[in-house]
């Protein structure tokens, strides 16, 4: 059995982006470790909160009904506050991820590693896709907690493959479904296009044969708006854009192997 630390940076993170990996692996008898950066306080405020409910509260609880649905052997925090969105004066908070020290941070991921006596750690690429500023903060933290580590894991980076979503944009645009006023090769947040090209990728999950439990989990999280509206999507559309996981693990010889990372 291999055990598999997620790092994400934000509860409804893990549905979207890991969460056909997560589940395939638990079903192969691995244990899957699920570690929130955040608390996700500055996504969407509820509208049915009850009194004395949080927004971190139904965060939370959205994230351990997700845990249940993929078979997650534990949910952990490390604590720290939502960043928002790039460039919000929340950016700077002194408890916000974003600011927090690497050193610091890197370190409560590592004691979670050492607990666990991880084999893998997952976390985002270079730029966390997209250039979200807690995403970013992902990517430093996983990769420090795992030099940090009593035994060193794998270090695993999730990523969107570049190519992939010029071609599902360009075939929408090709089908009048959209314009071509978006373009994945234009800037994201940090100024650079969203996720990495293929053939920089090493690792490919197949998540389609297990797209609704995906969706299922993304509905956990369906207070969010984001997550509320990606499951507006017809089910052939969904599992389109989210049928396909992809890794990056330097070192690996260049190509892309389908199935979970071994």
């Not at 965060?59 to 790039?86: F, I, N």
């Not at 590693?113 to 992902?138: F, I, N, R, S, T």
Request: hydrophobic share 40%.
């Amino acid at each position: 059995m291999t055990t598999i630390v997620f790092l994400h940076a934000h509860p409804d993170d893990e549905a979207s982006q890991t969460s056909g990996t997560m589940y395939l692996a638990v079903q192969q008898g691995h244990r899957v470790v699920c570690v929130y950066g955040t608390n996700g306080e500055h996504g969407t405020v509820p509208d049915d909160l009850s009194p004395g409910e949080t927004v971190i509260d139904r965060r939370r609880s959205e994230a351990e009904r997700s845990a249940e649905v993929l078979g997650t052997a534990r949910v952990a925090w490390l604590g720290y506050a939502d960043s928002g969105m790039t460039g919000w004066e929340q950016n700077s908070h002194a408890t916000s991820f974003h600011s927090a020290n690497v050193e610091e941070a890197a370190g409560r991921l590592a004691a979670i590693l050492d607990e666990e006596d991880a084999d893998v750690v997952v976390g985002y690429d270079w730029h966390g896709g997209y250039g979200h500023p807690d995403h970013v903060k992902v990517h430093a933290v996983a990769r420090r907690a795992a030099e940090l580590a009593r035994r060193t894991p794998r270090f695993l980076q999730s990523t969107m493959n570049r190519d992939h979503v010029r071609r599902l944009w360009q075939a929408a645009v090709d089908a009048g479904v959209t314009d071509a006023g978006w373009n994945p090769d234009n800037p994201a947040d940090d100024g650079n296009p969203f996720g990495t090209p293929e053939a920089e990728l090493h690792w490919f999950v197949d998540a389609t044969p297990v797209i609704d439990i995906k969706r299922a989990a993304l509905a956990c999280h369906a207070s969010q708006e984001d997550a509320a509206g990606i499951l507006q999507m017809p089910e052939d559309h969904f599992a389109g854009a989210f049928g396909g996981e992809w890794f990056i693990e330097e070192g690996r010889p260049a190509g892309i192997v389908a199935g979970l990372p071994s």
